[in-house]
């Protein structure tokens, strides 16, 4: 499998901003959505931001109006805008490529996420 290499987590106060990159280091799928997940300590995975590849976006209802997903095609890339961070978004956050056409799917290694004081 093509690896997906997440940077940027790391620990900011509450309030505070971060930005998470993923890229593949090649193309993976020739149509596919790009995805942020994230798995706190004790509870299941769960979906945080997707972006299919006409651009069209979902967030799940905690991230609303804080977090932004966008994509470089070019770069095989996805990026997580997350502002006004809560300690509830302390996370593992895991990056995923999935085929629109197959459904297959990649996922990246999670980077950590803690918002604390």
């Known amino acids: 499998q093509v690896p997906l290499v997440e940077s940027g987590g790391g620990l900011v106060q509450p309030g505070g901003s971060l930005r998470l990159s993923c890229a593949a280091s090649?193309?993976?799928?020739?149509?596919?959505?790009m995805g942020w997940y994230r798995q706190a300590p004790g509870k299941q995975r769960e979906l945080v931001a997707t972006?299919?590849?006409?651009?069209?976006?979902k967030y799940a209802d905690s991230v609303k109006g804080r977090f932004t997903i966008s994509r470089d095609n070019n770069k095989n890339t996805v990026y997580l805008q997350m502002s006004s961070l809560k300690p509830e978004d302390t996370a593992v956050y895991y990056c995923?490529?999935?085929?629109?056409?197959?459904?297959?799917?990649?996922w990246g290694q999670g980077t950590q996420v803690t918002v604390s004081s």
């Open positions: 995923s490529f999935k085929s629109e056409i197959t459904t297959q799917s990649v």
């Open positions: 090649t193309s993976i799928f020739s149509i596919y959505t």
């Open positions: 972006i299919t590849s006409g651009g069209s976006s």
